[in-house]
C-alpha cells in the first residue's frame, strides 16, 4: 500500500518545486503486519501556491511537523485533508504526498493548482426566483432583466479573504459592497464578515394571488432597502463553524402598495426598521461541498429581527437542516436533506413571511408556485447515477486556470415532499398551504468548473402539474 492520495497529477511549477518531487520517494507499506507501526511527520513542503500564503494551507490539515500517525490511518488522513483543501474553493487541485526520509520520520509534500481569484462578471440575469418563474408566469418577458457589473476578487492578499463589489441597473438597482476575512487571529479560528447593501424596484411582487406572485410596475419607486451587517465567525475545528451576526434593515415602500396590501408591512405602514441578531451552527463533512456525493451537512439558525429599538417588526424564527450523502456501488449515489422552520407570532408582515418556492428551499414540481407560511417542513429524497467524467483540456485558452474544463454528468430520479402551515393565508392561497405537497421526477445534472451545476428536471407534483424546468444552481 502507498501512504499517497492524489486529486490528480500536478506538474511542479518552480525549479524548486521539482527538486523536492525529484528527490521524493512515497512510502510503501509492504504489508498489513505494519498497519498499527506509528510515523512521525518530519517536515511539511507546500509548493504550487503562487498566491496563497501557506498558513492557510496548513490551516486544513490534520497534522503539524512531529505528529504522530498509525500507518493505517495515512491514506484516510490524507483523502479527508484533500476534501478539505478543496472545498476552500480556493484550488482546482489537491496533491498531498507522505515521503520516506527514516523508517520512523516521513515529509509531506502539499501541491496544488491555484483558481482564477479575480472576476469582473457582467450582469445580465433575470430578476425572478428562476428561470422557469420567468420562463412561464412572466412569459418570458426581457424586460425583467438586471445588468450592471459584479467584481469578485477572491484570496484577496493571499489570506482567503473575499472582495465582492456589485453595480446593477435595470429591472432592480442593486448596490453593494462586502469584505470576508476568514480569520484575524494567530489561531486562524475568528473571522469577520461586513456586508452593506441598497435596493431599489420599481416593478415590485407585493402580495402572492393562486400561490404565484403578483407584480406592479410603476414610474416611481415602489420599495427601497437598506441593509447593514457585521458577522463574526468562529471556526474552532475542522468541520464545525460557528456565525454571530448584528444586522440593520430599513425598508420603505410607495404608499401605492400599502393600499394594494395593507399586510405587507402590517397594518398599511410605508416604512419599517429594525435591528436583528442571530445564530448560525454548520457542521461540514461533505468530501464536495459545491456538488456532495459522501458524507453529511448540518445546519441551525436562530434569528430574533427586532431588537426593542424601533417597534416596527418583532420575530424569532428557527430553521434546522439535515442533509446526508450516500455513495453506492457501480457509480449511483443516494441523498436526503431534511429542512424545517418554526417562526413566531403567527401575524406577520407580507415581506417577512418565509415559505417555499424562495431559495433554497423549494419542492420540485413546485417550481413555479411560491407557498408562504410561518412554519414548514419539507424532504428532498435524490437517486443518481454517473454517466461519465472526463476532462477537456484546451491549450488555446491563454489562461492556464481555464485550459482543463472537467465535466461530470448525472442521470437522477428524485422525489420532495412537504408541509407548509399558515394561519394567515388569503383564501386564494390556501389551496396549496396546510396540506401535504410532494412531487418528483427525472433529471439530468451537468456539473463543470468554478463550482457551477446546471440541472434539467422534468417533474409532476400531486395536483398533477407536469413541466421541464432548469436551474443553475445545485439542489444541497
Aim: charge should be positive; proline fraction near 3%; glycine fraction near 6%.
Amino acid at each position: 500500500m502507498i501512504i499517497a492520495v492524489s486529486a490528480g497529477h500536478l506538474e511542479a511549477q518552480s525549479a524548486a518545486d521539482s527538486t523536492i518531487l525529484a528527490n521524493s520517494k512515497a512510502v510503501a507499506l509492504p504489508s498489513d503486519s505494519i498497519q498499527q507501526k506509528t510515523v512521525t511527520v518530519n517536515k511539511i513542503f507546500v509548493v504550487g501556491n503562487r498566491r496563497t500564503k501557506e498558513r492557510i494551507i496548513l490551516r486544513e490539515l490534520s497534522f503539524v511537523p512531529g505528529t504522530q500517525i498509525l500507518q493505517g490511518d495515512v491514506p484516510l488522513i490524507v483523502e479527508k485533508d484533500r476534501e478539505k483543501l478543496i472545498n476552500t474553493s480556493l484550488f482546482l487541485e489537491a496533491h498531498i504526498q507522505f515521503i520516506d526520509v527514516t523508517s520512523e520520520y516521513v515529509d509531506v509534500v502539499i501541491q496544488v493548482k491555484e483558481r482564477w481569484y479575480f472576476f469582473p462578471s457582467p450582469i445580465f440575469k433575470l430578476a425572478d426566483r428562476n428561470f422557469n418563474e420567468w420562463w412561464v408566469n412572466q412569459n418570458r418577458d426581457l424586460n425583467r432583466v438586471n445588468y450592471g457589473l459584479k467584481l469578485f476578487q477572491y484570496n484577496f492578499r493571499g489570506r482567503r479573504e473575499t472582495l465582492k463589489a456589485v453595480a446593477q441597473f435595470g429591472f432592480s438597482k442593486n448596490f453593494a459592497i462586502s469584505y470576508l476575512v476568514p480569520a484575524f487571529d494567530k489561531n486562524q479560528r475568528n473571522g469577520l464578515i461586513v456586508d452593506i447593501d441598497y435596493s431599489d424596484q420599481k416593478n415590485l411582487a407585493y402580495r402572492s394571488t393562486n400561490n404565484k406572485l403578483t407584480f406592479l410596475e410603476a414610474e416611481e419607486t415602489l420599495r427601497r432597502t437598506f441593509n447593514t451587517s457585521l458577522t463574526w465567525t468562529h471556526r474552532y475545528s475542522f468541520y464545525n463553524r460557528h456565525f454571530l451576526k448584528l444586522e440593520f434593515n430599513r425598508t420603505s415602500i410607495a404608499d401605492t402598495i400599502a393600499l394594494l396590501n395593507p399586510n405587507y408591512l402590517l397594518e398599511g405602514r410605508t416604512l419599517q426598521r429594525y435591528f436583528s441578531l442571530s445564530y448560525r451552527f454548520t457542521r461540514d463533512h461533505r468530501d464536495y461541498a459545491a456538488y456532495p456525493l459522501e458524507g453529511n451537512f448540518t445546519s441551525f439558525r436562530a434569528e430574533k429581527n427586532g431588537l426593542g429599538l424601533f417597534n416596527d417588526l418583532s420575530r424569532l424564527s428557527m430553521r434546522a437542516s439535515y442533509s446526508q450523502f450516500f455513495k453506492l456501488k457501480n457509480n449511483f449515489f443516494l441523498s436526503s436533506r431534511i429542512t424545517g422552520l418554526a417562526s413566531f407570532p403567527k401575524r406577520q408582515a407580507y415581506f417577512n413571511t418565509a415559505g417555499l418556492g424562495y431559495r433554497p428551499d423549494d419542492i420540485r414540481g413546485y417550481d413555479l408556485f411560491v407557498i408562504e407560511g410561518q412554519n414548514y417542513i419539507i424532504n428532498k429524497i435524490t437517486f443518481k447515477k454517473l454517466l461519465f467524467s472526463k476532462q477537456q483540456s484546451i491549450k488555446s485558452i491563454p489562461i492556464p486556470q481555464f485550459q482543463t474544463i472537467p465535466i461530470s454528468v448525472y442521470l437522477k430520479a428524485f422525489f420532495d415532499s412537504g408541509y407548509v402551515d399558515n394561519d394567515l393565508s388569503d383564501p386564494e392561497n390556501r389551496p396549496l398551504s396546510n396540506r401535504y405537497l410532494y412531487g418528483g421526477g427525472l433529471g439530468l445534472d451537468v456539473v463543470t468548473y468554478y463550482d457551477l451545476v446546471v440541472r434539467f428536471e422534468y417533474a409532476i407534483n400531486d395536483r398533477g402539474n407536469t413541466g421541464f424546468f432548469i436551474n443553475v444552481r445545485a439542489d444541497i
